[in-house]
């Protein structure tokens, strides 16, 4: 099992080794959201007093990072966690100032049009954002030259191409894993549109290390922990980053 201390890992993440693993697995629901985006942000301009939409954002880790990290005031959107849950969140890490909280649907944003001047989703694209619709839909809530980027599982060959989902990603993910694709079919898909320019389409390197290091970690220190992340264990394991990764694309809107 892997110790709290080998998720402190200040010469990749300098920024995400100064909080405190515990508090993060706490809040998990999936790969290591701090990781993610802090190799995202690198792709991206965030600057102080920047208004930013958290698309997807879960129990609040990526929320807090961005408040406390750049300076951003930011809208955090989730469906599935309530706002007062996250908000509480917020209050705790001493960014409730700083981060709204709100249910959201990604299909049906509650905002204004050009209302922010970027949004940043991680680990949550893949639910919602694969239609050939929905980056124009995205797009009218971000004002002009304003900046896109997000953290997605991906595969390194498509689906389509293989012919099948990999028998040891299906048996754990399902058909979901048509969702998860290459960087290049997320650089096609959107500069197809003539509506954003990508800036950045790349996998993360070793991204399946850090998701088999950080699943290790949730199996040792949650009590239900074996049963959840153990299948995924298994996944990562048999994988050996042949196929799986995750996909970081940001882009500017024209």
């Known amino acids: 099992m892997t110790a709290l201390n080998d998720l402190v890992r200040p010469d990749r993440y300098p920024r995400s080794s100064r909080y405190d693993p515990a508090w993060l697995l706490d809040l ?44 951003v005031d930011v809208v955090a959107a989730d469906l599935w966690i309530a706002p007062e849950q996250a908000a509480a969140v917020f209050a705790e890490a001493g960014v409730g100032d700083r981060v709204e ?14 209302d922010f001047d970027a949004i940043v989703s991680v680990d949550a694209f893949e639910y919602f954002g694969t239609a050939d619709s929905y980056l124009p839909y995205l797009l009218r ?19 389509r ?41 790349r996998l993360q390197p070793d991204a399946w290390k850090d998701w088999l290091l950080w699943a290790r970690a949730g199996a040792a220190h949650h ?8 299948p995924v264990i298994d996944m990562l394991t048999t994988d050996g980053g042949e196929f799986l990764s995750f996909a970081l694309v940001t882009a500017r809107k024209n």
């Open 223 to 230: 009590p239900d922990g074996p049963r959840i992340h153990q």
């Open 28 to 71: 998990d629901m999936g790969p290591h959201p701090l990781w993610l985006l802090e190799d995202l942000a690198d792709d991206l301009d965030l600057r102080p007093g920047m208004r930013v939409l958290d698309l997807g954002s879960g129990r609040g880790a990526t929320s807090v990072f961005l408040a406390r990290e750049y300076g």
């Open 161 to 201: 191409e293989l012919g099948a989902i990999p028998p040891h990603i299906k048996e754990v993910v399902g058909w979901e894993a048509i969702a998860w694709h290459t960087a290049q079919w997320w650089r096609f898909q959107w500069e197809i549109t003539e509506l954003v320019q990508v800036t950045s389409a």
């Open 101 to 114: 909280a709100v249910r959201a649907e990604a299909h049906a944003l509650p905002f204004e049009e050009r």
């Open 141 to 159: 809530f971000l004002r002009p030259g304003g900046q896109l980027g997000m953290a997605t599982p991906a595969l390194t060959r498509e689906v």
